[in-house]
């Protein structure tokens, strides 16, 4: 079956620092791949998302590519704020019934 | 816009007893999802529906139940709740389904069973 792979956290950053999270899949078929971000006490809202090979999300100065050889779409950002501290979720969603979402990244980004 | 809302935003529960969480949209969306949060597990789907008067399971649907009546709410109930059912759950919507569809989440509630 669909199953997503996150890089294990927590990740702790310290300001202006760069941020790398791995997301690896594997699904067949070619779904949508996202990335939501779950602040402190909030429900989960998108952040970025990539609907075929090749393509590249942005929103916020994090950015991520849809990487079909590789089964990859890694999370990135050049220089991290405190205010981007958060749980990260990668996820794959082929139909709506079918969901798949990742265990979750915790970043902390310090002062 | 309030977006999706979720009622109540935490419950203490013992053994047994049966509850009823509600989720309400005002997004005028087709679907409607029911997860829950558990450390360590992501998010895992319960329950979804694709439009008023449907339902259908997902991931983990034993010991749910759901109902649409209304194309702006989606209930999901507990008969009979158990321990292992402490969890965050969360709503979602979506205007479609399609899969390359945002689905937008409420705040969660917090249900602990003891």
């Known amino acids: 079956g669909d199953s997503v792979t996150q890089m294990e956290g927590p990740v702790t950053l310290s300001e202006e620092a760069c941020l790398t999270i791995?997301?690896?899949?594997?699904?067949?078929?070619?779904?949508?791949l996202f990335w939501y971000v779950q602040y402190p006490g909030e429900g989960l809202q998108l952040l970025l998302k990539a609907t075929k090979a090749d393509d590249k999300g942005s929103n916020k100065g994090f950015e991520a590519t849809y990487r079909k050889e590789t089964t990859s779409f890694h999370l990135e950002k050049g220089s991290v704020q405190v205010s981007d501290s958060a749980v990260y979720f990668c996820a794959l969603i082929p139909n709506a019934g079918k969901s798949t979402f990742g265990d979750g990244t915790t970043l902390t980004v310090k002062p | 816009n309030a977006g999706v809302t979720q009622t109540p935003k935490f419950r203490v529960l013992k053994t047994g007893q049966s509850m009823t969480l509600l989720c309400a949209q005002d997004?005028?969306?087709?679907?409607m999802y029911w997860y829950r949060q558990d450390p360590g597990m992501g998010l895992r789907l319960i329950h979804y529906s694709v439009g008023e008067g449907t339902t259908a399971k997902g991931e983990v649907p034993d010991g749910y139940n759901v109902s649409r009546l209304k194309k702006q709410n989606f209930l999901l109930g507990l008969e009979s709740a158990a321990p292992s059912q402490t969890s965050v759950y969360f709503c979602?919507?979506?205007?479609?389904?399609?899969?390359?569809?945002?689905?937008?989440f409420g705040p969660g509630t917090r249900l602990l069973v003891l």
């Open positions: 791995n997301c690896t899949y594997t699904a067949t078929g070619y779904p949508s």
């Open positions: 997004m005028n969306h087709e679907y």
């Open positions: 979602a919507s979506s205007p479609s389904g399609g899969a390359f569809e945002t689905q937008y």
